[in-house]
Structure formats: structure tokens, C-alpha cells
């Protein structure tokens, strides 16, 4: 059984088409990246999947139950989402933010427990941010929140994550840090659906990709067989190939920086072997 499935999903803004018949499914513990250029309806299908925005046609089922049905409290407990944009209205600090996550578990008049602050600075630990804990939610990096929010999605206890490009405005250790950090997590049986601007990214961490393109889906499966120049070249409209470094590891290659590489000694022709392109 799958654990999130679209199924031949439609939606649109005040009658504008962005989704058009999308489907596929997840199985738990994947690490599923959602490839496409700006506008193409990213975030839109992470919030049908999400059950926030419904669907004009087809159906979202998480397992197996249509997710429209399930109470938002309890879904919260399942499923956590950390969107891209999150603007905070008080200076919470950032301990606090990680904290909300607790709420789905907690009754109308009860209160944070030591067990809840514990599970916190873990999620803060897990991350190497717990020296942000004090700090006013509002006065620290874009890229430092988007971590705390993610601190705070693993705090909620849910399963099932749906990140919204989480990668962007992370310098580029956070970024390899918190791809370690999921690729571990999903090791674990934890399963997360993505979207991101990195193909390279989805060749890094990835065990399934979805491309979509103008609302459609145009290749989806392993990275290794979709994350391909021809699909590339067809998602963004530029020129980029995609080389076989090692037996199980490829990069992409924006084909203007082609020549430069191909200069380096052991070229062959069906790409640089590992030594050409090293230093
Ligand atoms: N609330 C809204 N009302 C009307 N149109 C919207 C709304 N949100 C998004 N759109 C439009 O729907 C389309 C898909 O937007 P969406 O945000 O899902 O794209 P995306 O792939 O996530 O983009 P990006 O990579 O730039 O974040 C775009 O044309 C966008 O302008």
C-alpha cells in the first residue's frame, strides 16, 4: 500500500488551470524530490497533498483514506509541512517556534511539559542549531528560521514531511547538513516529499523524482533514469547534461562549461572519468 498517492489530480486558481491530471505515489521511508521550473505548481501540488487546497478533480489518499477526511489535528500529528515562506508576528524565541510543534499533541488547556522542551532540543540538537534557541524568531537569517521551522516539523513527531524548496537560503553546509540529515531520517523509515531548484540535489539524496512542467507530470521514478539531459533540457529549456562520475554517482554539467572540462586529461566520450575532473 502506498503511504501518500495522487491520483489523477486536477486543480486551479478561480478556474486557471495549474494541475492537470497529476498521479503518483510515495512509498514510506522515500525521499521524494518535486523537480520543475518557476510556476510550474510545486507548492500548489504540495498543498492538495496536503489537503489544504482540494481538488477539482481526482483524489489524495494518505494511507488509503482520502486526506480530505482525516481531522486536521490529527493529520498534524502524521504529517508535518514546513512552507517556504513563514513570516513570524511576535519575537518568539526560537525555542518557542520549535515548540508549537508540540500543539497537535496537546489538549486545549494544557501546557508545555518537560518532555515537550526535551523532544525540542533535540530537534534543535539534531539540526547543530541549539545555539539559536534563545534568539527572537524575528531577528535571525532567513536560512537559520527555515532551519528552525524544520526543527520544529521533527519536534511534531509526524512521520510524513512536506518541504517547500527547504534547501533555499541555507549557505551551502546547512544545505549538505540537512540533506544528510534527511537521507538519515529516511534511512529510518521517516518519509519526505520535497520540491527544489537542484537537480543535483535529487542525484545527491533522492530515491524517487517527480518532474513536472505547466501543471503536467513528465517523468517520474528513480533519479537515476529521470534526472537526464534530455529531461532536463525539456523541464528548463537549457542546456545542461548530466555525467556518470562513479558507478552510482552523476552530476549535472551546464553544457557552456563543457569545453573547459573536456580540456582535462582521461576525457572520454562519454564524460569525464573521476580523475579528469578532480581539483
Ligand atoms: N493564491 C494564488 N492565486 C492565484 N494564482 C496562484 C496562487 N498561488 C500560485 N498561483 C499561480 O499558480 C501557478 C503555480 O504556482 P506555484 O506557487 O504552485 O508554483 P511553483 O512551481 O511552486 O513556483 P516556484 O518554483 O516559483 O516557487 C503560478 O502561475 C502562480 O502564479
Redesign the pocket.
Known amino acids: 500500500m502506498a503511504l501518500l498517492e495522487a491520483k489523477n489530480i486536477s486543480f486551479g486558481?478561480?478556474g486557471?488551470p495549474?494541475l492537470d491530471h497529476v498521479s503518483f505515489s510515495i512509498e514510506k521511508g522515500s525521499l521524494v524530490s518535486l523537480l520543475?521550473?518557476?510556476?510550474?505548481?510545486?507548492?500548489?501540488?504540495l498543498k492538495t497533498l496536503l489537503g489544504l487546497l482540494p481538488v477539482d478533480g481526482g483524489e489524495v489518499l494518505f494511507e488509503d483514506r482520502p486526506i480530505c477526511s482525516y481531522d486536521r489535528r490529527d493529520l498534524a500529528r502524521r504529517v508535518a509541512y514546513v512552507p517556504?515562506i513563514h513570516k513570524a508576528a511576535f519575537a518568539y524565541r526560537a525555542l518557542d517556534v520549535v515548540l508549537m510543534g508540540r500543539l497537535p499533541h496537546k489538549g486545549f488547556w494544557s501546557s508545555y511539559q518537560r518532555r515537550d522542551e526535551r523532544l525540542a532540543l533535540e530537534a534543535l540538537d539534531k539540526l547543530g542549531i541549539r545555539h539559536l534557541s534563545q534568539r527572537p524568531y524575528t531577528a535571525i537569517s532567513g536560512g537559520e528560521r527555515q532551519m528552525v521551522l524544520i526543527a520544529r516539523a521533527l519536534c511534531q513527531g509526524a512521520h510524513t514531511f512536506i518541504l517547500?524548496?527547504p534547501a533555499n537560503g541555507l549557505d551551502y553546509g546547512n544545505q549538505i547538513k540537512l540533506l544528510d540529515q534527511l537521507a538519515s531520517l529516511s534511512g529510518e523509515g521517516y518519509t519526505f516529499v520535497m520540491?527544489t531548484?537542484f537537480p543535483d540535489h535529487v542525484l545527491w539524496v533522492a530515491s524517487q523524482v517527480v518532474m513536472?512542467r505547466d501543471g503536467n507530470v513528465v517523468a517520474e521514478g528513480a533519479p537515476d533514469a529521470v534526472v537526464t539531459r534530455q529531461n532536463l533540457c525539456h523541464l528548463y529549456q537549457a542546456e545542461v547534461e548530466v555525467w556518470q562520475l562513479l558507478e552510482n554517482f552523476k552530476i549535472c554539467v551546464p553544457q557552456r562549461l563543457r569545453s573547459r572540462l573536456c580540456d582535462c586529461e582521461g576525457h572520454d566520450m562519454h564524460g569525464p572519468v573521476l580523475g579528469a575532473v578532480r581539483g
Open positions: 486558481y478561480g486557471r495549474v520543475g521550473p518557476n510556476g510550474c505548481g510545486k507548492t500548489t501540488l517556504q517547500d524548496e520540491s531548484h513536472l
